[in-house]
């Protein structure tokens, strides 16, 4: 599963983020590497971009790129 | 001189992520010592200051927010510069002050610990320790800076907490080796995305030995906040809402001290025109300095209000949810959802717009930004737009209560809203074919702007303005009043004459008024003669099509040096050329009784409209196209930008004047 279909309010650990490309490396910069919890907060008004929780701020980023980030199968409990 | 540790002046890197209470910090440690210049050959703000350190001093240097130092984009590039001492006049940082807000721990100290990889010393200035002591987390702050390896200070710059600490700290630092290779990325395998998650680890583990996050009491105010703000339905409304209120408040607050500025040019032009022989320097002074210069400070007060309200939603956070909430929109066209900024500040003045695509990365988006960032109505075109509203369409309701003015006015805007979507559309699928832009943005928390933060950014931005009147549009005023006042005209005396006679009037700055005493004076005589009318007439067949006559002509050429010339000229057109007699003593009545060679009325409704429509789409800024040139670094690209968009305008025109005429428009 991948970040882009994380539920509203749930968060999930972070698997591994694919590719080598800027986008990848930027959001990896921002702090979402594995390991990391990752909390959905919530979608703009069109469905895209979305809105994350991830190290206590909140960080934009479009479906797409949050597709490149794997997540763990199981829920985890904040 | 000295060892390096007893110099006697120091310099100190600031960096630190965007939001992080950099400029506060900065602000605090160098009081009013500061001073504003750009980089050399970009457009990058380059902030220093003074920080008195004790025993001795230091020049501060603001680097521009980063997130990282991978000089993936140009502030970053720039920033990497100045630690490494690439950039002219500036030595070597002998300290570097990593500003890191506690409340966003993790994030911040990413960028701290590449910093730790230049072998410059580096201290913590530990930022929000209120907000985060608010929210009882508790932070061991020794325990924190044994594990980083560097000093950390808790700074409250309203407090003055930490200053003289952090002084202290640096004073000590200068001139030592800094302990790199700091293990901070942990001998970590080649790969920069390995690299990136050692040094996450080697954060994880610092913060986690010395911070204790009080779980239960999450207070997440901001989240609560954007429940409203970046809501699905309401969201959007509020944006628009907000958006209105704030351009109804530019042009309702605005008219108080525009009249003032007005009547002060006006008394000050009389005073001149007073205190002075009349002739040449008089004329040159009254007509063209004080008419041009003033005609376009006027706009000041409006300008100032613009820049207060994009500083305060910025300031706020509030700018990087319109982003948010905008993105979508704006990635259908192929732009990103930080081209916005750029483009809602070209609403005020499309320099600091284009200045301000520079946070967008891929240089393709950023191009496509600043191609269509001159069709957002600049303030530059309010005077246009004012002027012909103001003569042709005032008083006039929709509906009973709905202005036409005002809805003229949103049409304009309209307009080049929809134009530069399109443009971009055509762009992002052909010359700047790339695939949409990555949209990875911080919302930052909501925050009390600073007074002093937002002050400083509106008076930076509007002092372009003013140094603007002062050079390009005083240069254009010289040189337009010279083209209309030279060659003078075959009757020799009857102007000198005239002159003579206003300034026995005293204080009257009407001064062709008694014209009609001489033997009279073919109307415009002077202005067609002049190296402006035949300029004018030369254009005259290609702006006939318009609607245009050749006056309106002169006016044209000379506003594609900057819009709200236009004004400036038409005064100085229907003043030079015309004279006035005693109803028509405001420019609006003048273009209103203006009649064409063959004694026809040259302004309609219908023209009015026809050169609203023309200044929407046109390139005529000489002050943005030296912008563009340096952002893009290119003479093919900024013609281009030239070419198209008057060309567009031409278009525009045409198909408005014609088509109006085939309605039964006059």
């Not at chain 2, 930080?338 to 950023?366: H, Q, V, W, Y």
């Not at chain 2, 005239?498 to 202005?527: D, F, I, M, R």
């Amino acid at each position: 599963m991948t970040l882009a279909e994380l539920a509203k309010g749930e968060s999930r650990t972070v698997l591994s983020v694919r590719g080598e490309s800027l986008v990848t490396r930027r959001l990896m910069e921002m702090g979402v590497i594995p390991g990391v919890a990752v909390r959905m907060v919530k979608s703009a008004p069109f469905g895209d971009p979305l809105e994350i929780n991830v190290r206590g701020y909140s960080l934009a980023l479009r479906r797409n790129e949050a597709e490149s980030v794997e997540l763990e199968q199981v829920a985890t409990n904040e | 001189m000295n060892e390096n540790g007893n110099k006697s002046h120091l310099t100190i890197a600031l960096a630190g992520n965007p939001n992080a209470g950099k400029t506060t910090l900065f602000n605090s440690l160098t009081g009013l010592n500061q001073k504003v210049a750009n980089y050399p050959g970009v457009t990058v703000e380059r902030k220093e200051g003074i920080w008195d350190l004790g025993d001795r001093t230091a020049t501060l240097i603001d680097l521009p927010g980063l997130y990282s130092l991978d000089a993936t984009s140009l502030d970053e590039q720039i920033a990497r510069d100045v630690i490494t001492g690439k950039v002219e006049n500036i030595p070597p940082p002998d300290v570097i002050v990593s500003v890191v807000d506690a409340t966003n721990l993790e994030r911040n100290l990413y960028l701290t610990t590449q910093l730790f990889e230049y072998g410059i010393p580096v201290v913590v200035a530990l930022t929000m320790i209120d907000v985060f002591e608010k929210r009882k987390h508790e932070i061991d702050i020794a325990k924190l800076s044994a594990s980083l390896g560097v000093p950390v200070i808790a700074v409250n710059s309203k407090a003055e907490r930490g200053k003289r600490e952090l002084a202290e700290k640096v004073n000590a630092l200068a001139g030592t080796a800094s302990k790199i290779p700091h293990e901070s990325n942990g001998g970590a395998p080649n790969g920069e995305n390995a690299l990136i998650f050692a040094r996450y680890n080697f954060i994880s583990k610092a913060v986690q030995d010395s911070v204790k996050h009080n779980d239960k009491i999450e207070h997440r105010v901001s989240e609560k906040i954007d429940r409203v703000l970046t809501h699905k339905v309401f969201g959007l409304a509020i944006l628009v809402l907000i958006l209105l209120t704030v351009f109804q408040a530019i042009f309702s607050w605005a008219t108080l001290p525009m009249d003032l500025l007005d009547k002060g040019f006006g008394a000050l032009g009389d005073a001149v025109r007073a205190s002075l022989p009349p002739g040449i320097l008089a004329d040159l002074l009254v007509d063209g300095i004080i008419a041009g210069v003033g005609g376009v400070l006027v706009f000041l007060p409006q300008i100032l209000l613009l820049f207060l309200f994009i500083s305060i939603l910025e300031d706020t956070g509030y700018l990087a949810r319109a982003a948010f909430l905008l993105d979508k929109l704006m990635s259908r066209v192929g732009l990103h959802g930080k081209a916005f900024l750029p483009l809602m500040s070209s609403f005020a003045c499309a320099i600091p717009g284009i200045m301000a695509t520079r946070t967008i990365e891929n240089k393709r988006d950023r191009f496509a930004t600043i191609l269509i960032a001159p069709f957002m109505s600049c303030s530059a075109r309010l005077p246009v737009y004012t002027l012909m509203i103001g003569a042709f369409f005032a008083g006039q309701t929709v509906f009973g209560f709905i202005s036409l003015g005002a809805i003229l006015m949103l049409a304009m805007y309209t307009l080049g809203i929809t134009v530069a979507l399109i443009v971009a559309f055509i762009l992002k699928r052909t010359l700047l074919k790339a695939p949409p832009p990555p949209f990875i943005m911080e919302l930052p928390p909501y925050r009390m702007p600073s007074i002093r933060t937002v002050f400083q950014n509106m008076l930076t931005r509007a002092w372009l303005f003013v140094k603007r009147a002062g050079t390009v549009i005083l240069a254009i005023s010289i040189i337009l009043w010279a083209l209309m006042y030279f060659p003078r005209s075959s009757q020799p005396g009857s102007s000198g004459q005239s002159s003579v006679a206003s300034g026995q009037q005293a204080g009257s700055s009407v001064n062709e008024q008694q014209t009609t005493n001489n033997e009279p004076l073919p109307e415009g005589e002077q202005l067609r003669n002049s190296f402006a009318g035949r300029l004018g007439h030369a254009i005259e067949p290609v702006i006939r099509p318009l609607g245009f006559d050749w006056k309106i002509g002169v006016a044209l050429i000379a506003s594609f040096a900057a819009r709200e010339v236009l004004v400036s000229t038409l005064s100085i057109i229907y003043n030079v050329g015309k004279g006035e007699n005693e109803e028509s003593e405001t420019l609006i009545s003048a273009i209103r009784d203006a009649k064409d060679d063959s004694g026809r009325t040259v302004w309609t409704p219908l023209t009015a409209l026809t050169l609203m429509v023309f200044f929407v789409l046109a390139m005529q800024c000489m002050s943005t196209v030296a912008i563009v040139r340096r952002e893009t670094n290119s003479w093919s690209w900024t013609l281009f930008m030239v070419g198209y968009m008057t060309g567009i305008a031409y278009l525009a025109s045409f198909l408005t004047y014609q088509g109006g005429r085939m309605l039964g428009f006059q």
